[in-house]
């Protein structure tokens, strides 16, 4: 496997592409914005996208979802159908977060807890991570201990709960039950800031350990 990793809009989200290396089939994972950038990664390194990946349906995480499906001629999948509202919502949160006016758009196949989704020879286990949004999913692969997290886990803090439909004991308990239930060594990969593991994330989290929250 490997990974690109673009920041993309203000918010400096970390949109990833996704690389099986046998196949070079790729997967595009929250791309929030900034789809001429994402669209000239894929060129430089003569990938063969197969599809949009969304962990939830934060604008931020979004934004460029419904550029590149129609420039490549692919499908958006996930995440969880309880996040329906959100991409309902898309254009109050284009004018709540400052971005451009934009149209819901909507996945053309929803993620559910357990499914097993495939690029190339990678496996990726679908986990149902709810508290930051009701929809929200992370995407595990077991072979390489990477799970790509979205905005459950950060390194030394947590999703935001504040949101419609947040709740943060609901968050706490996605974590403790669908993050640090994975083998010490994983690297989380967040939707912001630096990579983290799932081992320090156990021993070092302050909301996790109740020291904050």
């Known amino acids: 496997m490997e990974i690109i990793t673009l920041p993309v809009t203000a918010f400096a989200q970390n949109c990833r592409i996704v690389i099986c290396k046998q196949t070079r089939q790729a997967a595009v994972v929250d791309p929030g914005g900034d789809a001429e950038k994402i669209i000239a990664e894929l060129a430089k390194h003569a990938l063969n996208l197969q599809c949009i990946l969304l962990t939830h349906g934060h604008l931020d ?119 640090l239930t994975l083998p010490d060594e994983t690297r989380i990969l967040s939707g912001h800031g630096p990579d983290t593991k799932v081992v320090t994330e156990r021993i070092s989290n302050p909301f996790i350990s109740g020291k904050y929250g």
């Open 61 to 179: 995480h979004v934004g460029a979802a419904k550029v590149l499906a129609e420039h490549f001629a692919v499908d958006i999948v996930g995440p969880q159908q309880d996040e329906l509202f959100w991409f309902d919502a898309l254009p109050m949160q284009a004018q709540m977060f400052g971005f451009a006016p934009v149209t819901p758009f909507y996945p053309q196949h929803w993620l559910n807890h357990g499914d097993i989704f495939p690029l190339g020879e990678l496996r990726f286990e679908i986990r149902h991570c709810p508290g930051h949004t009701p929809g929200h999913i992370v995407f595990y692969e077991a072979e390489h201990k990477i799970v790509l997290v979205g905005d459950v886990i950060f390194k030394g803090s947590v999703g935001r709960t504040d949101f419609p439909k947040g709740d943060a004991q609901q968050l706490l308990n996605s974590i403790k039950q669908q993050i």
